[in-house]
Every structure is written in C-alpha cells, then in structure tokens.
C-alpha cells in the first residue's frame, strides 16, 4: 500500500488529495494529511481526507513509524521570522529516514531581483526577503536529508498561485492602486489546479534531486494581471502610481513583488517532468466558463 503524507493540507494540499484518488488508479493507498489548525482540520474532514493534527513548532513527538516508507507532499509553509525553516528541520529531525521521497514546495522568491532577466533552474540563488531566505533554508535542508539517508526528493519553486477562486477581486473592489506600466516589475504564475498535478507527477516519476520551476512560463507585468482580472470581472482597472509613492501606500508583501523582477521559464519542466499544462496562460483560466 502506498503511503502518502500532505503536511500542510491547504488549498493545494487538498487539490492534491482529491487527485491522488484518481492517478493511483485502483492501487491500494492511504493518504493522511497533517495540520496545526482546527479549521484545517474540518476542511480536510469534510473531503474525507484522514487527518492528524500536529504543531510542527512543538516538541510534541511525531511516530515514526507512520511514515515508513512515506511519500511526503511537504507544503506547510515555513516561520514568519528568521531565515531557517525550523517546521521542516524538527520534521526531518522526527521522521529520520522513514520517509522514502519528499516533495517540497518553495518559491521562486529564491532567485531575488533579477531585473527582468530570463531565469530557469541553474540560475544562482540570492533570497532577499526574509520569506525566500526560510525557503532557501528548507531546499538546503531537504538536500542534507536525502544525502544522509540516501532518499528521494523533487524540489517545486513556485511563483504566485491562482485560480478562479483565488483572484485579487477584493483589492480591485477597494480599488487599491498598482504600480504604474513603466516601472512595473515582471511576475510569474501557476494556476493551482495545475500545481497540483505538477506536485503528483513530481512524486510518480522516477526522477530525484531534482528542481523544477513550477510556472507556466508566461510572464507579465502586475499591471496586465491586475487589468486582465478586472476586465473579466467588470470592475475598475486599478490605478496606476509611481514606485515611489508605491513605497509609502503598499502593503509590505504587494511591495516586495513590486522590487523583485524576474521572468521565469519552464522549460524544464515541461521536457523532463514531461507536464502538460492546463492552464498555460491567465487569458485560458479568465476564458473558462
């Protein structure tokens, strides 16, 4: 029986879930879902998806032996300070090497500024945000294990996520500005459906060490994604200001993405994971019926 664990079960962690059921294909299977929250813990419930509930920041133990020869989807996303990803290392430091492969997901925040620049999977990292700090820390914590263990692991860097059901339509209804065209900095997506095949193939192939850019390679300005949403949602494009007034009116994170930009490809993945995107551009999901 395979034995599959989404630590973090979130909005993906649950696309993944439901997905699973349909590419084992009749094999027997478990797939258990780890949390920290009581309303994640319903969530996960009420798609009868077996739960545990575990704070990955106490020094509760985990059991070992749940995980023997575990596929893990890990996705709980790291600390909100310092630049170690302390969940993932007192979770490698619990399981030992149970666990047979690791799939983790961490952000092409990595990369830093790039000033528009092509990026793929052999560029140099260099984290600025204390965010793409912790999820360096994670890749490289993940690399350790499996050196030590001799297991298999498959990192995700991965962009902005998105979806129907996951569109900017309240800050474009309390018509927040954006950073103007002319200064607008180059963001990448991935709709979230398609991440959570990205992240099941990732864990069926035969693949390991590796890492792959989890985008679609269709790059834009903020400016286009906040004008095309608006325009399928018939509402205000929003205003445009300078970077520098930007500075004062912008949240920290909208600022963040506002001062890092990059274009990502994903070539990559497309040839040696051999996905096929359902969703390779924002205008095929605002399309959709």
Known sequence: MENFWII???DIGRRVALRLKDS???KPFKTTALVVSDNSVKSCQSLDIPTLQHDLDSTEPLYTAEFLNGKVFYFAPPPKDGETDTRLANFLSEVGDAPKRIVLISTTGVYGNC??????ENTPLDPQTGRAKRRASAEQLLQEWAKKYDREY????VPGIYALDRLPLTRLEKKLPIVRASEAAFTNRIHADDLAEICIQAMQSSLTGEVFNATDGTPGTMVEYFNQVADYANLPRPKQISLKEAEEKLSQGMLSYALESRRIGNEKLLKLLNVKLKYPTLADTLKTP
Do not use: K
């Open 154 to 157: 498959i990192i995700l860097r």
């Open 115 to 120: 000033n528009g620049s092509w990026v793929d």
């Open 8 to 10: 973090g079960c979130g």
């Open 24 to 26: 084992t294909q009749n």
